[in-house]
């Protein structure tokens, strides 16, 4: 299990790009600082983008439950390891007896080593089964942040009105002038309307 593979995997996959068309509606009243006014481009269009690395970090949604994801991914690895463990003193006993002539019957060795089979074939089924587990949680969390980003994006729209709203990640943008970046403000108004997971809930994870 690869600790690290989830979180890059949500920051690409549930926020690749956002395309928005211009809102008419009526402008709401917003707790966070407006971005400043964001030139036209030379099409007329009005273009900005939100660095996913800095909201991966800063976003208290996605650090709460990488955290989670992580506890669950932790548990999933040491009880492989723990399972692992059991089959190889298995595997290491049924040897030494082998060698040592431990065993009173040809059928008493078949018993023990169908035994050890059926053991290496139960750590393989759980460890299938945690992997999609963890890819079932990860997919949640993915659908969770995307609607959460659009569902905010398109309030913050309303009055700010851009045509065309990116995402960079690494190099996908090769290069943006900084004044297009609404990225703070993005985050700023993501994080007062997030609810937080309970306190006994972080600590938990944080053990």
């Known amino acids: 299990m690869n600790n690290n ?12 790009v956002l395309m928005l068309a211009a809102c008419n509606n009526a402008n709401p009243k917003m707790d ?24 991966m970090s800063q976003y208290n949604f996605c650090k709460d439950f990488t955290l989670v994801l992580q506890k669950k991914s932790n548990n999933a690895r040491n009880t492989l390891n723990q399972k692992g463990q059991q089959l190889q003193a298995a595997v290491n006993n049924f040897q030494q007896k082998l060698n040592n002539n431990g065993f009173s019957s040809r059928e008493q060795a078949e018993t023990a080593q169908a035994a050890i089979q059926r053991q290496q074939e139960n750590l393989q089924e759980l460890q299938n089964r945690l992997g999609s587990e963890l890819d079932a949680e990860t997919a949640k ?67």
């Open 5 to 16: 593979k989830f979180v890059r995997t949500v920051s690409v996959s549930a926020l690749s």
């Open 141 to 207: 969390y993915n659908v969770a942040l995307r609607d959460s980003l659009q569902n905010f994006l398109k309030e913050y729209n309303k009055s700010k009105k851009y045509d065309l709203i990116l995402s960079k990640a690494g190099d996908n943008i090769l290069l943006a002038d900084k004044r297009y970046d609404i990225t703070k403000d993005v985050i700023n108004g993501l994080n007062k309307r997030y609810k937080p997971l309970k306190k006994d809930e972080t600590k938990e994870e944080k053990k």
């Open 32 to 55: 966070e600082q407006p971005a400043k006014e964001q030139p036209a481009s030379t099409a007329g269009m009005k273009i900005a983008f939100i660095e996913v690395d800095s909201l």
